[in-house]
């Protein structure tokens, strides 16, 4: 394992979800390292620059109080013909305590002009 992945497998959550844009769903910790190894040992190459970030708190439906970061991020990588496109994604990040424990990925093209 990486370090960039040790370190990820650290601040997540053993009972981490995740929503990537594609409509899958990845459940647990190992899972998700798992996802990130193959995905970044694939000729996509991904690669991130995150444009903003907004931390909140604030009670869900319970009225218990939830820590969120969202970040805009711009993701570039290569598509099955090996062409460079990018994204722009937005994480919802939701921490529990110190440690990542659900994240949902929201993605659209980015604008040609």
């Keep these: ?6 370190k990820i497998a650290e ?9 990537p844009p594609d409509g899958t769903v990845i459940k647990g ?6 996802w990130l ?3 970044f040992k694939t000729s996509d190459e991904p690669k991130w620059k995150v444009k903003w970030m907004i931390a909140n708190t604030g009670p869900n439906e319970q009225g ?10 711009d993701i570039t990588f290569n598509d099955a ?11 919802d990040v939701q921490f529990v305590g110190r440690q990542i424990k ?3 990925v929201y993605s659209r093209p980015t604008p040609a002009e």
């Design 81 to 91: 013909e090996g062409n460079s496109v990018t994204e722009h994604h937005v994480h």
């Design 29 to 34: 910790n190992a899972a998700h390292i798992e």
């Design 1 to 6: 394992m990486t370090v960039t992945l040790k």
């Design 11 to 19: 601040i997540n959550a053993e009972d981490w979800i995740g929503y």
């Design 102 to 104: 659900l994240i949902n």
């Design 37 to 39: 190894d193959a995905w």
């Design 64 to 73: 218990e109080m939830e820590t969120w970061l969202t970040t805009g991020n």
